[in-house]
């Protein structure tokens, strides 16, 4: 392999030298690398392919058992759950959000908000009461009483969703320095028609569903590698803290970092697996056996055995520990090298942080050692009152967010047909996205109102490149 590369290495090199002759000044030949390092965004995960399919690919190290355990996982990610008793995929309900996880997964990318006229697809809200801490120090989102931590807008039939959510979207406009004027999409939400009234002091958090591509990479990121970018009180007085989320990991059964979810909600992804099954579809797993319909007296039946096995609920986390992530394209068109430099030059990689070296990932040697390029932290922000929800979840406030990762976002488009951005999926666009930042990255988005078109135009080529 070494000296196949050392052969392309040197074609390469003869090429360009013949070509360098025919210019009037030859310039010294350095052997270049096949693939660019920074493409390589999975390290060994990476798939090269940019097609509507780029977030659906197994990654390609996997071995061949390990494949088929990726592709059972596809199957059930896939799978459409009905009304028990039924003889395939029984469990649905009675109150639920969705059917199936690709519904709002869908392509295993990102969902949206709704578009007008059209019900609740792949954006859920949260829901809880104002929270005290417990006797373990901990800040659990406090259930509901009677709809419990989130609103499940569907239901099988004879029972009652719990209501339904009327979105209004006011546009305010934002004037960059050099005269631009960029519209920016503010939501409002009101719940109606819920099946009971709601108390007064009901939090909300919108959510759209994420992609979930790459995540058993980050569920590798080693604990300490994390932490070291926290700055709770923004000790090296940049203005960007960065602080971790403890919350409930009830594998382990204690507070445990938090990684996954918009606001670094979920420890693990079994668990996020896990929860999934149970607040979105109605679907009890041996980790969370209590239907989501708890407590409301139109859960009439309670199965005693989980709705899903624990083969399933393995080979499901096991499908997005181990999805590809797309490489990066055109890394050396010069737009895109600039539009890299103003991204570091506006601070957006102390939050959206572009390297990591993961660790090992028990049971997952093709995530385990691979150097990656994020665009996370996976720590909470302050993003300021424009984005806040005004509801905490564990130690994250009301106006704090995890980064998200930035890799693949170029992709959205090709895959998901849309570009809406943010937790709520309320940015219509990159740029839109990027002017929502406040908070502590209230300098970042200064510095891209005073940037001039070419620079804006240069920072978008490069998260399009991502
Ligand atoms: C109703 C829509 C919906 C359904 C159905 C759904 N999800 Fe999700 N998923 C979401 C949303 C919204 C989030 C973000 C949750 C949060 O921030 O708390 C999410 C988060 C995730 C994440 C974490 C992603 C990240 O980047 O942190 C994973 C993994 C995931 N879901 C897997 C699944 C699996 C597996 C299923 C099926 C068992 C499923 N989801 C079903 C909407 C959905
Ligand atoms: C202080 C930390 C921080 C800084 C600095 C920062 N970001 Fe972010 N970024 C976030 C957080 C947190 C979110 C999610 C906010 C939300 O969804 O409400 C986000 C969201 C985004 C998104 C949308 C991602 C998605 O999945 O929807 C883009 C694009 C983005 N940032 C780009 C940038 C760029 C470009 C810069 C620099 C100009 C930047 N960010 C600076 C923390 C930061
Ligand atoms: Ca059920
Ligand atoms: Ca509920
Ligand atoms: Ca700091």
Redesign the pocket.
């Known amino acids: 392999m070494k000296h196949f590369q050392n052969l392309l290495y040197l074609i390469l090199s003869v090429s360009i030298l013949l070509t360098a002759c025919d210019s009037e000044s030859p310039v010294a030949v350095e052997p270049i690398p096949v693939f660019s390092t920074s493409e390589l965004s999975g390290g060994e995960t990476t798939i090269f392919d940019a097609s509507s399919h780029a977030f659906s690919i197994p990654a390609p190290n996997l071995s061949e058992a390990a494949l088929e355990k990726h592709l059972e996982g596809d199957v059930e990610f896939e799978a459409v759950f009905v009304t028990a008793p039924a003889v395939v995929n029984p469990g649905l309900g009675p109150i639920y959000n969705n059917v199936s996880c690709i519904n709002c997964h869908s392509r295993d990318g990102?969902g949206r908000p709704p578009d007008a006229g059209e019900g609740l697809v792949s954006l859920l809200f949260r829901l809880s009461l104002p929270k005290t801490e417990d006797a373990m120090g901990g800040k659990p989102p406090t259930p509901v009483p009677g709809f419990g931590r989130q609103l499940n807008n569907r239901a099988i039939v004879d029972t009652n969703p719990e209501g339904k959510v009327k979105i209004e979207y006011t546009e305010q406009t934002l004037t960059t320095a050099d005269g631009t004027r960029v519209h920016l999409r503010y939501p409002n939400y009101t719940l109606t028609e819920t099946y009971q009234p709601l108390p007064e002091n009901v939090e909300v958090s919108p959510r759209v569903a994420?992609a979930v591509f790459g995540l058993g990479l980050l569920e590798a990121i080693p604990e300490d590698a994390i932490l070291a970018y926290a700055d709770e009180n923004d000790a090296d007085g940049d203005g960007?803290?960065?602080k971790p989320n403890y919350v409930w990991n009830a594998i382990e059964q204690r507070y445990t970092l938090g990684r996954f979810g918009?606001k670094a909600n979920q420890p693990t992804l079994r668990q996020q697996v896990a929860a999934a099954y149970n607040d979105d579809m109605g679907i009890t797993t041996s980790l969370f056996m209590v239907e989501n319909a708890a407590g409301q007296s139109q859960l009439t039946e309670h199965s005693a055995t989980p709705e899903v096995s624990d083969e399933i609920l393995d080979v499901v986390t096991f499908y997005v520990q181990t999805l590809a992530v797309p490489a990066r394209r055109n890394v050396d068109n010069p737009q895109v090298k600039h539009g890299e430099q103003?991204?570091a030059k506006?601070?957006?990689?102390?939050?959206?942080v572009p390297t990591f070296r993961t660790g090992i990932l028990k049971g997952v040697p093709s995530v385990s050692n691979q150097t990656i390029h994020p665009y996370t932290?996976l720590l909470?922000?302050?993003?300021g009152p424009g984005?806040a929800d005004n509801r905490p979840d564990f130690h994250a406030s009301g106006s704090?967010?995890?980064?998200?990762?930035?890799w693949g976002?170029g992709l959205v488009q090709r895959v998901n047909g849309h570009t809406?951005?943010?937790?709520?999926?309320r940015?219509r666009g990159?740029m839109e996205?990027?002017l929502?930042?406040g908070?502590?990255?209230e300098?970042?988005?200064q510095?891209?109102e005073q940037m001039s078109k070419a620079e804006r135009d240069a920072?978008i080529a490069f998260?399009e490149s991502l």
């Open positions: 990102r994420p960007i803290s960065g918009w103003l991204f506006a601070q957006c990689a102390s939050c959206h932290d909470l922000h302050d993003m984005l704090e967010w995890r980064t998200p990762p930035l976002i809406n951005f943010l937790h709520d999926g940015a990159l996205a990027i929502w930042h908070g502590e990255a300098a970042s988005r510095a891209v920072l998260l």
